[in-house]
């Protein structure tokens, strides 16, 4: 079965300071992987997605991600954090087979960037 | 450029009164569009999706009812909701290319908040 595990509720960085996002994945075969954002009351935002190629993905508003197959890891990172990257953010799996593209997402981690 | 609209934005309903949420699409044909349930804040729980219309899959037995009368148009229905049915409801699409799909991601609109009180 396809699965995604954050396994943070919550991380909290100061702003400056470099970020981490945790998220490992469980699916048959290569995956589609995607990190989403999300602000109170808001539509998920699309961040970043991994198909192929270099493991390393930039994104919007400065994220970026690293794929790492034999981990089964996708981890969001971004080199210096703002208190405006506060925000609800989901790891989300597909594999390469579904033509529904039906997304397996993670539970959330919230970040908390303090002054 | 496409955008994804929702309405209404909240909703507070009774329990056993019908509910009907609506999604629309625009700027794009033929797209893929899922509904969602978000509850506390937290997971998304994928409730039906759709690859065409009048085509509906549903995910998980329940008290709702979705339908896609026209290719951008999906609408979740309930005839008595719950206070279960509680939560945020998020509509998505994306772009279906070939058989398998394509990696395209899925785009989400604003979300309705509904109460049933």
């Known amino acids: 079965a396809q699965s995604v595990a954050q396994p943070e509720d919550q991380v909290n960085v100061a702003e400056g300071n470099p970020l981490t996002v945790k998220c490992t994945y469980s699916v048959s075969g290569n995956p589609y992987l995607f990190w989403y954002v999300q602000y109170p009351n808001r539509g998920l935002q699309f961040l970043l997605k991994y198909i192929t190629g270099d493991n390393l993905v930039k994104g919007s508003y400065g994220f970026e991600a690293e794929f790492n197959k034999s981990q089964t890891s996708f981890h969001l990172k971004k080199p210096s954090a703002l208190v405006s990257d506060s925000a609800l953010y989901f790891c989300a799996v597909r594999t390469r087979l579904s033509n529904t593209g039906k997304l397996i997402f993670g539970q959330g981690t919230t970040l908390q960037v303090k002054p | 450029s496409q955008t994804i609209h929702q309405w209404p934005a909240t909703l507070v309903q009774p329990v056993g009164s019908p509910l009907s949420l609506e999604c629309t699409v625009e700027?794009?044909?033929?797209?893929?569009l899922y509904w969602y349930r978000q509850a506390a804040g937290r997971g998304l729980q994928l409730l039906f999706y759709s690859v065409g219309i009048g085509q509906i899959s549903s995910e998980v037995p329940q008290n709702l009812s979705a339908s896609r009368p026209q290719d951008r148009q999906f609408i979740l229905s309930s005839k008595k909701l719950l206070l279960s049915d509680s939560g945020f409801y998020l509509c998505?699409?994306?772009?279906?290319?070939?058989?398998?799909?394509?990696?395209?991601?899925?785009?989400f609109g604003p979300g309705t908040r509904l109460t049933v009180t």
């Open positions: 700027g794009t044909s033929n797209p893929n």
């Open positions: 998505a699409w994306r772009t279906r290319k070939g058989l398998a799909g394509g990696p395209g991601e899925q785009y």
